[in-house]
């Protein structure tokens, strides 16, 4: 593992607002999907998982803008090595995931916060340690459409954040429109945004643009590359 500097670990908490997950998960814990093809299945599949096992390395920028602020933060991911590099105008840290420091611990957390609004349809088959619930024709709570609305509790026993919930709000495709994040005990949303602005690299279904209602929290993906 390398570093320039220690400023950005210091930052991640700003704009990180969840991030579930084994501490230490491994490549091929990713690659299993569940025998059943229940309604996470079918969310999956509608944004490209049957092409994951094709990906060698993702690339991508990771950005933040809040009224007038901006906040950007580099990656460059090799799935089947579990190998992870942050790039920032301040940070350089590159680790192997199955053998984490202290320092590559705290990189992490910001990886999988990024990676979860990245690529969260895949992670609804690749976590455990959740329950899930299904409500048809719910008002979503930006669009007001009558949408399906998926939660997802997550336990208190695994992740860096345990206890937390998510409410998807999918489309009659599976296509995943808007999400509301509930920090763990919280009754209501700490934040609702968008999925728009999808596109379609080497198969997988990538939502661009996340927004808030107002417009004053727009989360995005830019220098967006998959192989």
């Not at 990024?114 to 088959?125: A, I, S």
């Not at 336990?155 to 509930?182: C, H, L, M, R, S």
């Not at 004053?216 to 830019?222: G, P, V």
Request: hydrophobic letters at 30%; glycine letters at 4%; one cysteine or more.
């Amino acid at each position: 593992m390398k570093s320039k500097s220690l400023l950005l670990l210091c930052c991640l908490s700003l704009f990180i607002f969840s991030c579930k997950n084994k501490s230490t998960p491994s490549s091929e814990a990713e690659e299993k999907t569940p025998q059943k093809e229940n309604i996470l299945q079918k969310v999956a599949n509608a944004h490209g998982i049957e092409n994951w096992s094709k990906i060698k390395e993702l690339q991508y920028t990771f950005n933040v803008d809040r009224d007038s602020s901006h906040y950007e933060r580099s990656w460059k991911w090799q799935p089947k090595e579990n190998k992870v590099e942050m790039l920032s105008s301040t940070d350089t840290v590159s680790y192997t995931r199955t053998t984490m420091d202290s320092l590559a611990t705290k990189a992490d957390q910001a990886f999988i916060n990024d990676k979860y609004w990245l690529l969260f349809p895949y992670q609804l088959v690749w976590d455990e340690g959740f329950s899930h619930s299904v409500k048809k024709d719910i008002s979503a709570p930006i669009s007001q459409q009558k949408l399906a609305e998926i939660t997802i509790e997550y336990n208190n026993e695994k992740g860096y954040t345990p206890g937390d919930t998510y409410k998807i709000y999918v489309d009659k495709n599976y296509i995943i429109q808007e999400w509301a994040f509930y920090p763990k005990g919280k009754n209501e949303p700490a934040l609702v945004s968008t999925w728009e602005d999808y596109q379609t690299l080497n198969g997988l279904k990538i939502a661009k643009m996340h927004k808030n209602e107002s417009g004053s929290f727009k989360l995005y993906f830019s220098n967006l590359e998959i192989q």
